[in-house]
């Protein structure tokens, strides 16, 4: 069991913690912790919090369902925030919402910024919702449109167009045509019912 004695609990006996999804990084909520949630969580496995207004643990989700398994806890500098990495089952928010920080105070156009490992999640939540909104003129809406044999081709000549740019040693040509093939695999495993969550998932028991 972890030594406590590296947090630092305010003057009620409380400490701030923030609850971050673990596949997506997307932070969730924050809620406040004393030494007996603490240990609770880190028994069971399971986010157990304190309620300030009620004076009292709860186990996030004991009710709703919507439980935070906890993969990795991780306490800051100062030892007075903990960060909580979950696997979040329905969503976080009392308002349905899935994160409790869906309000924008601030934005930036997401094409101005260098792009990283969430724009596979960005590209597939875009592919899902052509799929249950079509727009004319979609690519991605006529893959769907012609079915899974024209999807399973696409995959295939990506394939071959990034093993032909590979052995030609062209760094550029093998980003553009990878870019291509991660595109087109996303659509079918749209189709197929295959969130890029589960690939995650089935990396990490290859580890």
Known sequence: MMDLSCIHFD??????AIAQDVRTGEVLMLAY???????????????TYFSRSRGQLWKKGET??????VVEMRYDCDGDTILMKVIQTGNACHTGN????????METDP????????????VYD?????????????YTNYLFDKGVEKMCKKVGEEA??????AMKGSREEVTYEAADLLYHLLVLMNQQGVTPNDVYEELGRRR
Do not use: W
């Not at 003057?11 to 701030?16: F, H, T």
């Not at 603490?38 to 986010?47: Q, W």
């Open 11 to 16: 003057e009620k006996g409380l400490v701030p």
């Open 33 to 47: 912790m004393n030494e007996e949630s603490i240990r609770l969580t880190m028994e069971t496995g399971y986010a």
């Open 64 to 69: 709703s369902g919507h439980v935070q398994q």
């Open 98 to 105: 899935y994160s409790c920080f869906f309000r924008t105070m």
């Open 111 to 122: 094409d101005d910024l260098p792009a990283g490992p969430g724009i596979l999640q960005s």
């Open 126 to 138: 875009v592919i899902s919702d052509r799929r249950v909104h079509p727009q004319e003129g979609s």
């Open 160 to 165: 071959s167009e990034t093993i032909i740019a």
